[in-house]
């Protein structure tokens, strides 16, 4: 039996003391010159670049997270390359999360599913889609339960107009749709707990809201949550303490930009773009760490 | 300037007199032990079944749909095997809807957007999942407007349970969420018409829910739509006729597994399977005809 992707995520947290998950999102406009002239190929030039971002992360942060739609710019070489990432960050010894926020019909998400569970390099945990309902979410879950893989269900999303839908509140007055999801996430994952006593079925909550955020970790116990929207879309470590429980768990809280491109802000030196990113995920790290007082 | 999307499709549609949706769902178990044998490598085996469907149903079907999934299960290859397909469909002379239900955060929908419309071989159209809300959407619509690509959102889908989201009743009582979310994707893609009188920005609406087809067929003029659900998940002619305006314009009816593994039924012989799907087009296309008396 696989263990639980709870276990393991939280397992990295206590191990490395850091909730910081790292964002690779390789935009290739960005990456650091010296990179693009060493790799004029850019899928050869993201595989360099994220691996030396992961070796450099890897003391300061619990887990990393692909964004895959920066992978998917890359055309025909979009997953030969996806998949070398998350082949690098497994050798750095971090827990790699595809966020690719994908769902669909059953048959369907069950192929998804298989294509992020199932092969020989897979990912950890990915983020799923909660618009087609309990039939596109549950063969995540269950993947996710047979391989030892967690799901993040996005629940109230970092962006600014995320509550066009997600804040539209609902017959009876009380609820609100993102209230709904997440009490849904909530009973989809009860039956897997870990020994944490978080499930690994968890939600995306983004920092950019700590008031739903604080509200959300009431009410969902065992959920543990991905949060996005630290650093560069806004939120501080000031926004996030409200993710965690009282003992400080339960969540881990992603930045993407303002770590792995840390070069381009202050002195940097694009040469020294990994250094750069690694003392941003140490700062980020101790800055979460004091506002929780852990 | 490009032509709009909405004038291309159903300039497919009437030359064709066809408003057939063919959907590439390659499941690799599911095909052809010809093509499996003659191919041994599995992307290989998704482009060559894939060519000759394409081939094969290109008299009777006015588009086809890529389902992303079955692309993604090919691991490294998934890419470029989506994008080889893409380009044998318009080898084809069919326009090549890629079906992958994206939705992000307003820069990372760009990313994707860039991912689909922005290289040498560009979808047609591509599939949009709402729950991110506008800054999710908007940059497919920018991008689908530069490039007279064609986007379609996620409002009711065919799934069993697509109800658990889409039907909640908000506040007030009289809309439900896939009602808020259609009406949205009507504004946003009001400056997007076409001289044929359709939007650029479509609307996917599943023919296992003819009522709600039918009434959101007459609540949002103009809007096209994507219908799956006909064939192997239960929709037939007389479910569809709802999604047409009253000249029979206005959709396209997608039938994935029905038409492109049609070998399977009957006295069908794995040889023939594009000769089958062919014959299964031609049958679709003439049943919805029927049914709306074109």
Redesign the interface.
Known sequence: MATNFADRLFGAVEEKNSRVCVGL?P?VSQLPPPILEQYPNAAEAVVAFCRDICAAVAEHAAVVKL?S??F?????????TL??VVAEAHRAGLPAIVDA??????P??E??A???F????AADALTV????????IMPFVDAAEEKGAGVFV?VK??????????D??????YHR?YQ??GE?VRLMGAHLRGECGYSAVGAVVGATYPEQLAELRRDLPGVPFLV?GYGAQGAGPEEVVAAFDKDGWGAVVNASRSIIFAYQGGDGEPEQFAQAAGEAAREMKDAINGAIGG
Chains 1, 2 share one sequence.
């Open positions: 999102d935009r964004q739609a920066y998917e710019t890359l055309g025909r070489s979009a997953f030969s998949w070398a926020k994908r769902g669909d019909i059953g369907t998400a192929a998804y298989q294509a992020f199932g092969g020989e390099i889609n909660p618009y087609l309902g309990s039939d596109g996005l999303t970092s962006n600014p107009s995320s509550g066009d839908l997600q539209l509140r609902l017959e009876g007055g749709v709904h999801v849904e996005p």
